[in-house]
Nanobody
Framework: QVRLVESGGGLVQAGGSLRLSCAAS????????MGWFRQAPGKEREFVAV????????YYGDSAKGRFTISRDNSKNTGYLQMNSLKPEDTAVYYC??????????????????WGQGTQVTVTV
C-alpha cells in the first residue's frame, strides 16, 4: 500500500502559477505510474496527467496540454504538477493517485486504487 500526500494548493489569480507536490511513502512507484486528477464541485473526477515513473514519459488530458507539466523526483519519491496560465475553470480539488498494478498508461479514475487526500486550487478572475 502507498500513502500519498498532496501539497501546494492555494488561491491564485487568473494567469498565475502553482506547483503541486505529491509525496509517496510505503512503496515506490518503480515500474508504475503516478497520475493527477481534479474534481470541481458537482462534476466528475477529471484526468489531468500521468507520468511513467521509470522513464519520465508523460501523457496529458486535454485541459492540461500546453499549460501543465507533470514531473517526478525519483530520489524523493515525489511527483509534481506545475500549473501555469491558470484559469478560473481550473478551480478544483487536485488529487494524485497510484494505479492498480499492471495498468498501462492509466487515464481513468477507476484504474487507480490509491488516492491522496487532495489539495484545493482556487483561481480567481
Amino acid at each position: 500500500q502507498v500513502r500519498l500526500v498532496e501539497s501546494g494548493g492555494g488561491l491564485v489569480q487568473a494567469g498565475g502559477s502553482l506547483r503541486l507536490s505529491c509525496a509517496a511513502s510505503g512503496r515506490t512507484f518503480s515500474n508504475s505510474y503516478m497520475g493527477w486528477f481534479r474534481q470541481a464541485p458537482g462534476k466528475e473526477r477529471e484526468f489531468v496527467a500521468v507520468i511513467s515513473w521509470n522513464t519520465g514519459t508523460t501523457y496529458y488530458g486535454d485541459s492540461a496540454k500546453g499549460r501543465f507539466t507533470i514531473s517526478r523526483d525519483n530520489s524523493k519519491n515525489t511527483g509534481y504538477l506545475q500549473m501555469n496560465s491558470l484559469k478560473p475553470e481550473d478551480t478544483a480539488v487536485y488529487y494524485c493517485a497510484a494505479p492498480i498494478a499492471g495498468r498501462i498508461w492509466p487515464s481513468r479514475a477507476y484504474e487507480y486504487n490509491n488516492w491522496g487526500q487532495g489539495t484545493q486550487v482556487t483561481v480567481t478572475v
